[in-house]
């Protein structure tokens, strides 16, 4: 199924309304299918069970931006180490079948995603030309997504829980930058450490850093709830 070709075919990359099983079959295509179909399967389980996932999903369908997964999610091979990315042209996040393996891994990529198209939504974020734009959704997702969650058990004990959270969001925002954007080491550190404290303590939509996966499912079920207060009014 060599989707990315039919893409630019088509036009599929900005508007796309793939069809999986209407592709025809070719002993490359099937070959690549594995890859592809292992990488469908990981995100329907992520979209179906993960809380940050669910989560985010609810919050941009309330928003006006419901998302749809053959639409809006690609999986694609990618070049290096990428795991994932957002395409703002398309509104279409591309996820790296070639880099993604696990089950966890697949769940953060999505989250961390998701974060761009929850901001891409609500904002009309100049991804390309505001480089505070970009560091902001960057620190979000890195803060939001779990990144800097899973080494939270060893590091703790080298810094302390919040310290080390701070620095690998700060960290971790700063690499996504500088990964897409040609700008030096010291502009993207002064543009990062600008906005960190206001884009740092934005936790939209999750109402609080989810540390963990146990966070993320009360944060979710505080969200689908937030309307019972207002329904009685
Ligand atoms: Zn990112």
């Excluded at 997504?145 to 700060?170: P, W």
């Amino acid at each position: 199924m060599d989707q990315t070709k039919q893409e630019e075919e088509y036009g599929y990359d900005l508007f796309p309304e793939r069809k999986p099983g209407e592709h025809k079959k070719t002993s490359i295509a099937e070959s690549l299918f594995t890859f592809n179909h292992k990488c469908q399967v990981m995100l329907q389980f992520a979209v179906e069970t993960s809380p940050y996932a669910k989560l985010l999903l609810s919050a941009m369908k309330s928003s006006g931006c419901k998302v749809f997964k053959d639409r809006h999610f690609s999986c694609e091979d990618c070049d290096g180490t990428v795991s994932g990315g957002f395409d703002a042209a398309s509104s279409q996040i591309v996820l790296c079948q070639n880099n993604i393996h696990q089950q966890s891994h697949m769940n953060r990529v999505v989250t961390h995603e998701l974060i761009h198209a929850f901001d891409h939504c609500r904002a009309h974020v100049d991804w390309f030309n505001n480089f505070r734009h970009l560091a902001c959704s960057e620190i979000r997702a890195a803060n939001l997504s779990g990144d800097c969650s899973f080494t939270n058990e060893v590091a703790r004990f080298n810094f302390g829980l919040k310290r080390h959270h701070q620095e690998c969001v700060r960290g971790r925002a700063l690499r996504s930058i500088l990964a897409v954007r040609k700008i030096s080491r010291a502009e993207a550190e002064k543009i990062v450490d600008e906005v960190f404290d206001s884009c740092f303590n934005d936790h939209a939509p999750f109402g609080r850093i989810p540390h963990s996966k146990r966070d993320a499912k009360f944060a979710y079920r505080d969200y689908m709830n937030r309307d019972r207060y207002y329904a009685n009014l």
